[in-house]
């Protein structure tokens, strides 16, 4: 597609329920990156993935947040038992090299 | 390991005055920088980046940014603001070497234009 494209726009989920976050990134980028900001913060790295490398998941938060990017393209961040802290826009982002990344426009997810 | 410092939380600042949001970066490597733009509710928007040449990038919507590297800065400027510039601006950094880097972010600075 044209850009990064990520689904649902929002989401609001019970405290402890599994919440998964898609992210298509643009057709032909090899890199791509998830991103948490949170209410007032700003861009905390989560994970990312390059090719067929193994995955830089140092920024996870906890073992509740995993990440898997399938024919390394689209990408699916899941929560399990999420917590109100949780709450935040996930951002996802591609590239095709160190100079250009293209953000999508986030998922809102909100843990009541 | 690279960091980034934005040294303004918020800017406040009247419609058509000029305005330099301050980026500093620490880094042991050379990097690429940017500067992103992201609108209420919205994703962010890369508005100009530099990677190499000449110091003074041009971006879009009218800002424009100066790499020192000496002083290790990456200041964001526009001559006169309008009030659709009102936003959060956030500048980052990545390494050049190793490929693919993660972009580390600074904490972003609200720009907010009053008329």
């Known amino acids: 597609g044209a850009g990064v494209s990520q689904s649902p726009s929002n989401k609001v989920t019970e405290k402890g329920k599994d919440v998964e976050l898609r992210c298509d990134p643009i057709s032909g980028h090899t890199a791509l990156y998830w991103y948490r900001q949170s209410l007032g913060q700003g861009l905390e790295f989560l994970i990312y993935?390059?090719?067929?490398?193994?995955?830089?998941k140092s920024g996870l938060p906890s073992d509740r947040f995993s990440a898997e990017r399938t024919g390394g393209s689209v990408s699916t961040l899941t929560i399990q038992r999420t917590q109100q802290e949780d709450s935040a826009v996930y951002l996802c982002a591609s590239t095709e090299g160190s100079n250009g990344y293209t953000f999508g426009s986030g998922t809102r997810l909100t843990v009541v | 390991a690279q960091s980034v410092t934005q040294l303004d939380s918020q800017v406040p600042v009247f419609e058509e005055a000029p305005v330099e949001l301050r980026c500093n970066y620490s880094?042991?490597?050379?990097?690429?920088l940017f500067w992103y733009v992201q609108y209420p509710n919205q994703g962010l928007q890369l508005l100009l980046k530099y990677l190499s040449g000449s110091t003074l990038v041009k971006g879009i919507n009218g800002f424009e940014a100066e790499f020192n590297k000496s002083q290790t800065s990456f200041h964001l400027r526009k001559p006169s603001v309008h009030i659709s510039d009102t936003a959060e601006y956030f500048c980052?950094?990545?390494?050049?070497?190793?490929?693919?880097?993660?972009?580390?972010f600074g904490a972003g600075t609200r720009l907010a234009v009053h008329p």
């Open positions: 880094s042991s490597v050379s990097v690429y």
């Open positions: 980052a950094v990545t390494p050049l070497s190793g490929g693919y880097n993660k972009l580390i």
């Open positions: 993935f390059q090719g067929n490398s193994a995955p830089d």
